[in-house]
Nanobody
Framework: VQLQASGGGLIQPGGSLKLSCAAS????????IGWFRQAPGKEREGVSC????????YYIDSVKGRFTISRDNAKSTVYLQMNSLKPDDTAVYYC??????????????WGHGTLVTVSS
């Protein structure tokens, strides 16, 4: 199982970034995928999750209305569109696979993170 997050970078407040999580060596459409982040000096937190077929999505309150998770199973990729970025969104972002089709399970594989820095 491999997960590779990409798309991070330095962005000004109010800007947008789209993160990608490329999956390989497993059948993506059988698993829920989540995005997590860890800011400097803080614990890792779950940001968003999408079920295996995309029928269910979840977001933490702080990103609702600003972030959108999506997936293209044919391309084996999950995305996180981040709009109206704030300095508090600065963190290393990780994607992770859940052990089943549902976001209610536990994660079992993690990719390397991609750094998002929101600063003027």
């Amino acid at each position: 199982v491999q997960l590779q997050a990409s798309g991070g970078g330095l962005i000004q407040p109010g800007g947008s970034l789209k993160l990608s999580c490329a999956a390989s060596r497993f059948t993506l459409n059988a698993y829920a995928i989540g995005w997590f982040r860890q800011a400097p000096g803080k614990e890792r937190e779950g940001v968003s999750c999408i079920s295996a077929f995309g029928s269910s999505t979840y977001y933490i309150d702080s990103v609702k209305g600003r972030f959108t998770i999506s997936r293209d199973n044919a391309k084996s990729t999950v995305y996180l569109q981040m709009n109206s970025l704030k300095p508090d969104d600065t963190a290393v972002y990780y994607c992770a696979r859940y052990s089943s089709y549902s976001c209610s399970g536990r994660t079992d594989y993690w990719g390397h993170g991609t750094l998002v820095t929101v600063s003027s």
